[in-house]
């Protein structure tokens, strides 16, 4: 399968623990960017990279929220000291860019993390 | 506000009609525009993208027109397998911004 891939598809803990969870892009794929969707409503944009340097974080939703791409190739998501607000899907999507860094360019989703914080 | 607003629905249409979604955005500096479907419990997928002069991909239609900041999407002779969410985006460089999504129930 050459789509983007997550890990784990489901993720079950409990309030106060720490989460990690991983993408990885389409393979020649550049930028890497994570997602946040709740019930009801469309994907919500979190942080981006493209390579390793981490562009945009602002969006992230808290302090407790970071994302690392180290090699430039697979990235994780890390949430510290979960809340039960925190329970979502985290979707992380995929990009081949040649412009700039303020090109767009279409992106694709990976079947996402689904998290429960009991 | 919010910056990408679609029809709420649900629409539920018998297999062979026409439905049509809507979508406006509130940021004139968008770039690109996509409709993403989303089936139950699964990620986005690309549907297609959206241009100014119209685009058709089978029995569906999109269009843009920017200086209202308005998006379509039409799709005709509707199968039972269109029964989904369709999520209007739009695009200011790498950031994609969701509409709520429209959901669709084809029945027979």
């Known amino acids: 399968d050459t789509g983007v891939s997550q890990d784990p598809r489901h993720k079950i803990t409990k309030r106060g623990q720490n989460v990690t969870f991983r993408c990885d892009p389409i393979s020649e794929h550049n930028r890497l960017y994570w997602y946040r969707q709740t019930l009801g409503q469309g994907p919500e944009f979190l942080t981006y990279f493209q390579n390793e340097a981490q562009l945009e974080k602002s969006r992230l939703l808290s302090d407790r929220f970071s994302a690392e791409r180290p090699k430039g190739s697979f990235s994780t998501l890390e949430i510290q000291r979960t809340e039960q607000g925190d329970s979502a899907m985290y979707l992380c999507?995929?990009?081949?860019?040649?412009?700039?860094?303020?090109?767009?360019?279409?992106?694709?989703f990976g079947p996402g993390t689904r998290l429960t914080v009991l | 506000r919010k910056e990408v607003e679609q029809d709420p629905g649900p629409f539920n249409v018998p297999e062979g009609a026409t439905v049509a979604f809507n979508c406006t955005y509130s940021?004139?500096?968008?770039?690109?525009f996509f409709w993403y479907r989303q089936d139950c419990r699964k990620e986005p997928k690309l549907l297609m993208s959206v241009y100014s002069s119209g685009n058709e991909d089978g029995r569906f239609t999109a269009q843009l027109n920017r200086a209202s900041q308005y998006i379509s999407l039409l799709i005709r002779d509707s199968k039972l397998s269109d029964s989904a969410t369709y999520l209007c985006v739009v695009n200011v460089w790498y950031d994609m911004r969701f509409g709520a999504g429209t959901r669709l129930t084809v029945k027979p």
């Open positions: 999507a995929s990009s081949l860019t040649r412009g700039s860094a303020t090109s767009t360019d279409t992106q694709y």
């Open positions: 940021n004139s500096a968008s770039q690109s």
